[in-house]
């Protein structure tokens, strides 16, 4: 517990520099902010006004102390393209990037774990070549093209799934809200059709995501089983005369999650910029869209916003990382 | 100086000569059997020297204007007079295509050539010296990595203004940890070493040492990791104009083309966001490729 708590303590350093390159980010770089909040057609005189109102004029540490306070009052300053407070946006947004992300997290967990496995117990193999070719091709595939590629070949060319435009189509209704997923609300309101409905939107894009997750997560599973499996333990096991799966699933697998746990905080990097293209792409309406609708229309509050939330949300994923990594390997328990 | 005197050196040179030579022809032996065992690498090396030569000459290959409209040839498919057919406003992506591998290319090596330098000086600093410029640098390297990376660099080319010298600038950032780390690591490993000691001994100060000695040696790591985040850095410029950020239209860029076809993939028009995607993949692609060839060769131990 103790561990844990330090490990909390930790992370506050960092969250501390996050709020201040987000800070800097807005204040200290040229590029003036307050012409950015006035908007392209401000004269001079309201662009003073607006200097004044926002507090710019006044000396740095003091403006940083107004972020902070502001920030700590959850309050990350009000969106000019849709009259509303950013934070307000960005909760009711999260939901559906969070959604996105998940569904093709454990879409790639499930299909580079077992690929890794099989590559490295089956070394030379055909299926060991499959996962070298998906390795350096998945980390070279650009999503905003590889979703495109998809949407013309399962929506235009097969019909398989609806068009790209957004979590639902127009006829649906979303389900009562409980978690904001839809998936699982619907399961929760008992509404299959509107299952199926929110399960065919989010096939292709979560398909795209993790295509490109897969490629980082099957090359650390398959170099981290290769390791476990020519280790001395698995040599005893294996003269011990255990069966080949026991040997392979319980005592190698296990050992070999380790470093693929770890790995994950690098996949999250992935995902969470990757997730911003692919909303983009699929018109989904989550918070990475919203990014991108702000900086075009130069409306910089939800950008500096979504920038802090991400941030947050990483440091956040890489301490439960660290948690879990604390929890199923007991030398990272006795490390601190 | 007496005949006697200089009889050692002429006895050594030689000597020394034929050591260069042979370790010159063992290095280039080595090179041919990494590219002889590994045709792929080969491969990348004939793609990378296509995508060079379309940087450097494009303008002068490409069969049209890459901004000359014709609404009369608007959205044809691929044929004979347009090999990667025409795009909404009657433009020949071919030559849209040929024409931007200079700009995409161009940012993705400034900016690599960028957080060469600095990541490169700031890990080796940090690695040689230790104690406060190692803990600032790795504060710096910290705090950046603390962002999801992508997201960092949006968020720098909005709050900086949205032109190319600074998406340049944000894909240097986002890598500045990468470098810092990789040359810090390499110079820990050599500062002890005995060379660097000799060196010491005979009176060179600490800045010589670091430039003289300790920087040619990590210079082949560090030139493997430009090769391998060249890919990335390219990714990075693409995705950051497929939003709207850098370059604009109706400048000829990949990012820029595949979000222009993007709308009409869904009636259909494949061709206009195909080509310019497929010709951005296959870089990054040949990219990676060449960056793991050419760590084979550096330093085979890391052979994956």
């Known amino acids: 517990m103790r561990a844990v708590l330090s490990r909390l303590a930790g992370a506050l350093p960092t969250l501390c520099g996050v709020v201040l390159v987000t800070f800097l980010l807005t204040r200290v770089l040229p590029g003036d902010t307050a012409t950015y909040f006035a908007g392209p057609t401000a004269s001079a005189e309201s662009i003073a006004q607006i200097r004044t109102a926002l507090g710019l004029d006044l000396p740095l540490p003091e403006q940083f102390w107004r972020y902070v306070v502001a920030l700590s009052h959850g309050d990350l300053g009000m969106s000019l393209t849709t009259g509303q407070p950013v934070r307000t946006e960005l909760i009711t947004r999260l939901p559906a990037s969070a959604e996105l992300t998940l569904c093709a997290l454990l879409l790639a967990i499930g299909i580079a774990v077992p690929l890794g496995v099989l590559a490295a117990v089956r070394q030379g193999s055909l299926i060991d070549h499959v996962c070298r070719v998906v390795t350096t091709a998945g980390v070279s595939l650009p999503v905003f093209f590889t979703g495109l590629l998809l949407v013309y070949v399962f929506y235009f060319l097969l019909g398989w799934f609806p068009a790209p435009l957004g979590r639902l189509d127009a006829f649906a209704t979303a389900p009562a809200h409980v978690t904001g997923f839809y998936l699982i609300d619907a399961l929760l309101a008992h509404d299959m059709e509107t ?129 879990l990594n604390r929890a199923i390997d007991p030398r990272a328990r006795r490390g601190t | 100086m007496s005949a006697s005197e200089t009889t050692p050196v002429d006895v050594a040179a030689p000597a020394v000569a034929r050591a260069t030579a042979s370790a010159r022809a063992n290095s280039f032996a080595h090179i041919r059997y990494v590219l002889g065992e590994n045709p792929v690498t080969l491969f990348a090396a004939l793609l990378f020297a296509a995508y060079a030569l379309m940087a450097l000459f494009g303008p002068l290959f490409a069969p049209y204007d890459p901004l000359a409209s014709d609404t009369v040839r608007a959205l044809r498919p691929p044929d004979w007079h347009h090999w990667f057919g025409t795009d909404q406003l009657g433009r020949d992506i071919l030559s849209r295509v040929i024409v931007a591998t200079r700009i995409d290319l161009g940012i993705a090596l400034a900016s690599v050539a960028l957080v060469f330098a600095a990541g490169g000086l700031a890990g080796l600093a940090a690695g040689f010296f230790g104690g406060w410029v190692d803990a600032v640098i790795g504060r710096i390297a910290d705090t950046i990595m603390a962002f999801p990376l992508f997201v960092l660099a949006m968020g720098i080319v909005a709050a900086l203004g949205n032109t ?129 060839g050419l760590r084979d060769i550096v330093d085979p131990r890391r052979r994956t």
């Open chain 1, 195 to 323: 299952f199926r409905a929110a399960f065919a939107q989010i096939v292709l894009p979560a398909v795209t995501l993790a295509l490109f997750a897969l490629a980082p997560i099957a090359r650390i599973t398959r170099a981290s089983m290769l390791a476990v499996l020519g280790s001395e333990f698995i040599r005893t096991a294996r003269a011990s005369g255990l069966s080949g799966p026991t040997v392979i699933l319980t005592y190698a697998l296990r050992n070999a999650l380790l470093p693929v746990v770890t790995v994950l905080g690098m996949v999250f990097s992935f995902l969470l910029g990757a997730n911003v293209l692919v909303e983009k792409v699929f018109a989904w309406p989550g918070i990475g869209s919203f990014a991108v609708e702000a900086l075009i229309a130069s409306d910089f509050a939800p950008v500096q916003g979504f920038v802090l939330t991400m941030a947050v949300l990483y440091v956040l994923l890489n301490l439960g990382i660290d948690l």
């Open chain 2, 164 to 292: 190319i010298p600074n998406i340049v600038l944000a894909t240097a950032i986002i890598n500045f940890p990468l470098y810092a780390r990789v040359a810090r690591a390499e110079t820990l490993t050599r500062r002890e070493a005995g060379f660097v000691d000799a060196a010491r001994l005979s009176g060179h100060r600490d800045g010589a040492l670091l430039l003289l000695q300790v920087l040619p040696n990590i210079m082949p790591i560090m030139v493997v990791q430009m090769s391998l985040t060249m890919g990335y850095a390219i990714l990075n410029a693409a995705g950051l104009s497929f939003i709207g950020l850098g370059v604009r239209p109706p400048t000829a860029e990949w990012g820029i083309m595949v979000a222009e076809g993007a709308s009409f993939i869904v009636s259909g028009e494949w061709w206009i966001a195909l080509f310019p995607g497929a010709t951005l993949m296959l870089a990054v692609f040949c990219f990676n490729l060449l960056g793991d």
